[in-house]
Nanobody, 123 residues
Framework: QVQLVESGGGLVQAGGSLRLSCAASGRAFSTYSMGWFRQAPGKERQFVAVISRNGDTIYYADSVKGRFTISRDNAKNTVYLQMNSLKPEDTAVYYC????????????????WGQGTQVTVSS
């Protein structure tokens, strides 16, 4: 098993930046593909980005492509989401998730989830 704890959320003005972190503990972090998802009030959980075990495969949702960057540091057991040019529609609770399989955009395939961190973008 792996335990995930997100941090770095907050309130930012449109056009600003935030960097989310997700610290993992438990089973070897490098064996997991890591994803970021988000959920706005009244909406379904939405895929944001995913990175493979060694970082050589990355996918982004079209809505964040060119603005967000996912990365990982296996020595620190941490995955990051750098969010630039933030928009009010990026407001959501952001979750990181871990899966032992190949990177996927499908939330139901992830076995482990963090508790989430709130990101609020004001206009």
């Amino acid at each position: 098993q792996v335990q995930l704890v997100e941090s770095g959320g907050g309130l930012v003005q449109a056009g600003g930046s935030l960097r989310l972190s997700c610290a993992a503990s438990g089973r070897a972090f490098s064996t997991y593909s890591m994803g970021w998802f988000r959920q706005a009030p009244g909406k379904e959980r939405q895929f944001v980005a995913v990175i493979s075990r060694n970082g050589d495969t990355i996918y982004y949702a079209d809505s964040v492509k060119g603005r967000f960057t996912i990365s990982r540091d296996n020595a620190k057991n941490t995955v990051y989401l750098q969010m630039n040019s933030l928009k009010p529609e990026d407001t959501a609770v952001y979750y990181c998730a871990a899966d032992l399989a190949s990177p996927t955009v499908l939330a139901y395939l992830y076995n482990y989830w963090g508790q989430g961190t709130q990101v609020t973008v004001s206009s």
